[in-house]
């Protein structure tokens, strides 16, 4: 993994945790105490983030040695050990928290993921996250959706033409927005509209947009759109999709189906970090 920028996140992390010093175990475990502890899930899912949790102990303390037991984005089950952690017992202790909190969030988008994935199995559609991610934390949260076996929609504002309804509203309607579009990026950035309606599809159609995004509609007229399209566009299914049935969406013939869900509102999978005696 690069840890570009990722190692500034992380010791900004411990900081904010750590403060002036972890005064419990400055006051009750001795300097020179070692120890070996495990992380164990509590919960059946899809565990990610190792890598980060060890990178953690690494920027702490560099004597902490921190042996993952399990590959990134694996299947496990409730008091399966993923890692263990094996250094000063002072160090740890301080970097126990970041590292759960980390580990324990990256496996519930991965566990997430992993989920929707299964339930389009056998169809066209993919998974696709969104930009709705927690401030800070886009890299992790778009790593571990790829750990869960879905794919990463744009990284960023820079990373395609996605022409929602207010770009429309502001350009004087879709077949401006893709125009003007068109006039300014280069042939290999795509060019997305939303749409609600089949007019609109229509319009995003003869305006030549490269991928026509389906805003809350049903699968009836999912299935009904994508046949309008004709294959002269990708289709991607959004709207509230962490709550619908995902399976049933993907047999209409949706190429992509974007789930805001994965990152924005995702529960954590509960990991515990215990010391052997």
């Known amino acids: ?8 996140y992380l010791l900004d992390a411990l900081k904010e945790d750590i403060g002036t010093g972890d005064i419990t175990t400055l006051c009750c475990v001795p300097e020179h105490e070692t120890s070996t502890a495990v992380f164990r899930c509590k919960q059946a899912g899809v565990v990610c983030g190792l890598d980060i949790g060890k990178r953690v ?17 694996t299947e496990v089950q409730v008091g399966d050990v993923v890692a263990t952690v094996t250094g000063p017992s002072r160090s740890i202790l301080s970097g126990e928290r970041v590292a759960l909190n980390l580990m324990q969030h990256l496996s519930g988008v991965a566990t997430k993921t992993h989920g929707l994935a299964k339930k389009v199995e056998g169809t066209k559609a993919v998974i696709v996250d969104t930009r709705k991610t927690t401030p ?33 509203v502001a350009a004087g309607g879709i077949a401006n ?36 995004m389906l805003d809350n509609m049903s699968c009836e007229d999912m299935k009904k759109a994508v046949e309008l399209i004709g294959g002269r566009a990708k289709v991607e299914a959004s709207g509230n999709m962490g709550t619908r049935d995902v399976g049933e969406v993907a047999r209409t ?12 509102s995702v529960e954590a999978l509960d990991i515990s970090l215990q010391f052997q005696k």
């Open 177 to 212: 927005a893709v125009a003007n579009a068109r006039k300014i990026v280069p042939h290999t950035l795509k060019i997305e509209v939303e749409t609600t309606n089949f007019d609109e599809i229509r319009q995003a159609l003869d305006a030549g947009a490269d991928i026509i």
């Open 57 to 73: 102990f690494a920027l702490l303390d560099p004597s902490v040695a921190f042996t993952a037991l399990v590959p990134e984005g």
């Open 253 to 264: 013939g949706v190429d992509l189906i974007s789930v805001g869900a994965l990152t924005h």
């Open 1 to 8: 993994m690069n840890y570009i920028g990722l190692d500034t």
């Open 136 to 168: 800070g934390m886009r890299v992790l949260e778009k790593y571990a959706v790829r750990m869960g076996g879905g794919t990463n929609h744009r990284f960023n504002l820079a990373d395609g033409v996605l022409i929602k309804d207010n770009h429309i």
